[in-house]
T-cell receptor, first 112, second 113 residues
Framework: GENVEQHPSTLSVQEGDSAVIKCTYS??????FPWYKQELGKGPQLIID?????GEKKDQRIAVTLNKTAKHFSLHITETQPEDSAVYFC???????????FGTGTSLTVIP | DTAVSQTPKYLVTQMGNDKSIKCEQN?????MYWYKQDSKKFLKIMFS???????INETVPNRFSPKSPDKAHLNLHINSLELGDSAVYFC????????????FGPGTRLTVT
């Protein structure tokens, strides 16, 4: 089955700096890569996703890049704000299968 | 309007008891899920279900069973609760399966004493 590794497990940045979270996957058939944000006491919420036919996607301060050859994808948050503090999860899934795997999570703290 | 709701939010019970967690979605989605999040925040899929197929994660004990009275509901029944079942359980739904956005409920914190 798929194995999704996520790094780092914790990340602290100063407000205004950028934050980068990286994930690797093992199954080359994976073709959908979402990122979820989980605030304290809440369920995860999708913030951005990318499919395998795209190398990069951006939405305001958030961007995701995908390198299919190397089997890794990354989340980039620019101009971080205190409200970005949360746990972030990457995930990978295969369209035609019944497989969906979350990474182990990154706890991001933005220091004001 | 709450998209995905779960009840109860907190559940404290003793070992050996049987309990249920209810989940309802008003998004018209056809696929629903149950996840377990442990104390280290690891999220693990337990079940996915649409009106045609139930997919069970093979590592889930058969003490756990999903029951869907209709397309908008997927309840989780747990028999003979064990200490290791203590976790936060999330219900989620999506419109078409794994390759689409999943909407999560607020979670149910289960504590087994």
């Amino acid at each position: 089955g798929e194995n999704v590794e996520q790094h780092p497990s914790t990340l602290s940045v100063q407000e205004g700096d950028s934050a980068v979270i990286k994930c690797t996957y093992s199954d080359s058939a994976s073709n959908y890569f979402p990122w979820y944000k989980q605030e304290l006491g809440k369920g995860p919420q999708l913030i951005i996703d990318i499919r395998s036919n795209v190398g990069e996607k951006k939405d305001q301060r958030i961007a995701v890049t995908l390198n299919k050859t190397a089997k890794h994808f990354s989340l980039h948050i620019t101009e971080t704000q205190p409200e970005d503090s949360a746990v972030y999860f990457c995930a990978a899934s295969i369209n035609t299968g019944n497989q969906f795997y979350f990474g182990t999570g990154t706890s991001l703290t933005v220091i004001p | 309007d709450t998209a995905v709701s779960q009840t109860p939010k907190y559940l404290v019970t003793q070992m050996g008891n049987d309990k249920s967690i209810k989940c309802e979605q008003n998004l018209g989605h056809d696929t629903m899920y149950w996840y377990k999040q442990d104390s280290k925040k690891f999220l693990k899929i337990m079940f996915s279900y649409n009106n045609k197929e139930l997919i069970i994660n093979e590592t889930v004990p058969n003490r756990f069973s999903p029951k869907s009275p209709d397309k908008a509901h997927l309840n989780l029944h747990i028999n003979s609760l064990e200490l290791g079942d203590s976790a936060v359980y999330f219900c989620a739904s999506s419109r078409g399966g794994w390759a689409y956005e999943q909407y999560f409920g607020p979670g149910t914190r289960l504590t087994v004493t």
